[in-house]
């Protein structure tokens, strides 16, 4: 398989995952599209859902090739296939892992569960954070967010919540 990030119209990620599908499952049917959101909360405590990376969709082919390019332009919202559309550059290494564990975990993440305890690095029992332990850039304990650097877009950072925090003491 072959993964490749998709530029598509920020808001209609969405849309755009769901009229690629269908314009695309009957010649392309190894053809599949990601777009991943995540569960935030307001400071009045006011849980809603966010994009993870607004104007992106993830695409996972068995290979791309130009009929298929030239199909995926069509479809409305598209921008461009990163890096551009006649040099198309795939997923590899770090990167390559992390999207991976992203599919895994689901398109949609929830709040994590994590422990933190005086000296010692933070433990996640549960919820999406659990294997990117070592990519937290900062928590913030008052608002209950963990930002978190990623090697897909690494000058981009993004914010993912924690809740039932264990204060273990030694």
Known sequence: ????????????ELE????ASDALKADFPSAQFFYFERTLRTNKGIKYDAPM????VFLQIDS????????????????RILRDNLDPTKFQGASLAELEAFIQKGERWGFSKVEFESGKPI????GPLAGLEG???????????????SSIFPDKRFDLMYEDIVLSSQ
């Open 64 to 79: 791309l090739n130009a009929d298929f390019l030239s199909a995926l332009r069509r479809v409305k919202g598209f921008y």
């Open 53 to 56: 990376f607004p104007g992106y």
């Open 16 to 19: 755009f995952k769901k009229n």
């Open 135 to 149: 990519k937290i850039y900062k928590i913030n304990k008052k608002k209950k967010r963990i930002t978190i650097i």
């Open 1 to 12: 398989m072959e993964y490749y990030c998709i530029m598509v119209e920020t808001g209609g």
């Open 123 to 126: 433990k996640v029992i549960s």
